[in-house]
């Protein structure tokens, strides 16, 4: 809201890591130099990064304190119990196995419940989920609701359709089914979170056929806030409370920690099965590590103990929501279209809509990215037809993105709103002179996710308004 009064950062700075904003023909000479990548430039080299909010997040004093207090026994740490019971307490499950990270706990988990073949059901499955369905041989359906693709302000946009899930499992049959998933907050489509009604809804599809119903907690906490701001049945219910109702309605839980754990690293999955633990830590033991640290220090166990704790703190969500919010207004004050409402953890400009003069083929979300690059330090990432497009093995056809948006994502605890301003300035700057940004085209390219490596040339001078 244009006028609400923004609550302050519920923190105050003990430890300062300087950034450098590089001369802007320096700028120019860096993005040149990584082919007009931005994944290809130096962190060093940045002023301020928004390319994700995963593990890029700042830790407390109580978290760095913790780091002295890591276990590192091989066996049973301390370090690990203090993790187990933190998991157990707050997202109600038995067995709680460590991961590195998201991905592996996605990877052992389909490698133990999938059969070639079968269907992941989800609210929409993000990147590494759906490539690992695909990597043990199943087949992701993604079943967002209807109101995801509109541009209207409407909370809850990240809900499963949940008749289309049943209708889903009706036609092809439960047993055709490997597992039921919610991602939440829903990463791939904004950020955007997803009701307890929704999600009451489908865990009582999942009883029904008796279906496997697994949360992709990521940022459990963030969807925990919107729930308790947004659902008046839970306006008075605590953070913890809410958490804990939606983990009761579920079978599994996978988690990439790197978000909502407040950590720079870690994962895990939680699990009430015997049986399906017993077979997921038989492989994690091969690939992982042992039970009871699943590819992680002992110290970052205890760091996860505390991260996992402070992120249910409603002044810390309160201010993280808002903070989204407004620079999501911020941005649009200064002429860019964004996806409404704002999500948890990211903005994202509407890039196809602000840059009309570049074709989805010329990647208008990597003509912003590069802008923002050269105009004012900042990394985004393109999340268009560079990343999602290409050439369609099956046609030969190129293809497009749905949408050609730039996420800038915000790192929890890392940038104040003083960081925010700036970035809307640069933005207002570049909206001024958004005719002269050029598109580009790949010039060089990888078989898969193309956009981590590929080089691109631009198809007009960039400086050209310098
Ligand atoms: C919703 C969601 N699930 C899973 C993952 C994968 O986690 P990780 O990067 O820790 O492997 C991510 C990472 O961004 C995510 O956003």
């Known amino acids: 809201m244009k ?262 690293m870690g994962g895990f999955i939680a699990i009430n099965d015997e049986r399906l633990y017993q077979q997921v830590t038989e492989l994690m033991i091969l690939i992982e590590g042992y039970v009871t640290y699943g590819g992680l220090a002992g110290r970052d166990l205890e760091v996860l103990a505390v991260g996992l704790e402070e992120v249910l703190d409603y002044d810390y969500l309160d201010f993280r929501i808002a903070q989204t919010q407004y620079f999501g207004e911020k941005i649009k004050e200064a002429g860019l279209p964004i996806i409404e409402p704002t999500g948890g953890h990211a903005v994202f400009i509407d890039a196809g809509r602000f840059l009309p003069h570049i074709p989805a083929e010329q990647f208008p979300g990597q003509g912003l990215a590069v802008a923002l690059y050269v105009e004012g330090g900042i990394r985004t990432v393109e999340i268009g037809s560079l990343m999602f497009g290409g050439v369609d093995p099956l046609t030969g056809k190129v293809v497009n993105a749905p949408r050609e948006l730039v996420r800038m994502a915000l790192p929890r605890r890392v940038y104040t709103n003083s960081h925010l301003d700036y970035i809307a300035e640069v933005a207002e700057q570049i909206a001024e002179h958004k005719q002269s940004i050029p598109g580009y085209r790949v010039i060089k390219e990888s078989q898969f996710l193309r956009h981590f490596t590929c080089d691109l040339a631009a198809m007009a001078p960039v400086a050209a308004r310098a």
């Not at 157990?88 to 038995?94: D, H, L, T």
């Not at 806030?225 to 983990?247: L, N, T």
């Open 3 to 264: 006028n609400r009064r923004q609550p302050a950062e519920p923190y105050r700075i003990k430890s300062v890591e300087p950034i450098r904003l590089l001369e802007r023909p320096e700028r120019l000479e860096r993005i040149r130099a990584a082919n007009f990548n931005l994944f290809k430039v130096d962190a060093a080299d940045i002023f301020i990064d928004l390319l994700t909010d995963s593990g890029t997040g700042a830790m407390s004093n109580r978290q760095w304190a913790a780091l002295m207090m890591g276990d590192e026994s091989y066996a049973g740490a301390v370090s690990f119990r203090h993790f187990e019971s933190t998991v157990q307490s707050i997202f109600r499950k038995r067995f709680v196995i460590p991961c590195h990270q998201g991905r592996v706990a996605e990877n052992l988990v389909f490698s133990t419940i999938l059969k070639k073949g079968q269907f992941v059901l989800n609210n929409t499955h993000f990147d590494t989920t759906k490539g690992n369905v695909l990597h043990k041989g199943g087949i992701p359906i993604d079943l967002p609701c209807a109101q995801a693709k509109s541009n209207d302000p409407i909370p809850f946009k990240g809900n499963m359709d949940t008749a289309r899930l049943e209708e889903f499992i009706k036609e092809h049959g439960p047993e055709s089914i490997a597992m039921v998933m919610m991602t939440v907050t829903n990463n791939s489509s904004g950020g955007q979170p997803v009701s307890l009604a929704n999600i009451h809804e489908t865990a009582e599809i999942c009883r029904r056929y008796h279906l496997p119903f697994f949360f992709d907690a990521a940022r459990f906490a963030e969807n925990s806030y919107f729930i308790k701001r947004d659902e008046p049945e839970y306006r008075d219910k605590s953070i913890r409370e809410i958490a804990g109702e939606m983990f009761d309605l579920c079978d599994g839980v996978m988690m990439s920690a790197k978000k909502d754990g407040l950590a720079n």
